[in-house]
Each structure stands twice: as structure tokens, then as C-alpha cells.
């Protein structure tokens, strides 16, 4: 997997360039099994406030809780513009690579 810091377009920036509000990193993987990653942050690092998509089927839902910090991860599957299965993964929390990893 590679991964490049983008604007909010998705298009390839310095990573030494001032940000917006929000923060992105685009990986691409080789389909086996990840294509795309897209992760999208606030800036200021404060918790945003998360929604399942409308057009994805929600996989699960579920709240955490550690010494860390607190949040909530949504995750959905659904097809993506080529056909092929795509999934999505929001997180309201600063601290979720922790739940994730942990």
C-alpha cells in the first residue's frame, strides 16, 4: 500500500502545505485486498460528528472506551462506482487508530 497526503479534491499536495479544516491521505493498494483508502480528519483534531452513508448497507455500529479516549465507528459495504464491493470506515474520534489497532 502507498499512501500521499491530498486536498479535499484527491489530488496529490506537499505535505509540508498549510490545511484546510479537514486533513486527507489517499492509499492505494494492489486489490489484494484493498484498493483504495481514503482517510479523511479534522485538523484541529477534534471528534466530528458521524452518519451512516444513506446509500451503503452498515455492516456494524459500534461505541468504544479506553484510557485513550472514547468514540463511536460506523462501517458499511456497498458497490462502488466501477462495481466492484467497496466498504467504508468513519470515525468520530482523534484517538480511533488506537481502537482500531488495539
Known amino acids: 500500500m502507498r499512501c500521499v497526503a491530498v486536498d479535499a479534491d484527491k489530488r496529490p499536495i506537499d505535505v509540508n502545505q ?6 486527507h491521505l489517499s492509499c492505494a493498494g494492489d486489490r489484494n485486498p484493498l484498493e483504495l483508502l481514503v482517510v479523511e480528519r479534522n485538523s484541529n483534531r477534534v471528534a466530528s460528528a458521524i452518519q451512516p452513508y444513506t446509500n451503503a448497507a452498515v455492516a456494524g455500529d459500534e461505541q468504544w472506551e479506553r484510557a485513550s479516549g472514547r468514540g463511536r465507528l460506523i462501517w458499511q459495504d456497498f458497490i462502488g462506482s466501477s462495481g466492484d464491493p467497496a466498504g467504508a470506515l468513519q470515525s468520530n474520534s482523534p484517538t480511533a487508530a488506537e481502537a482500531i489497532a488495539g
Open 18 to 23: 498549510a490545511v484546510g479544516t479537514t486533513t
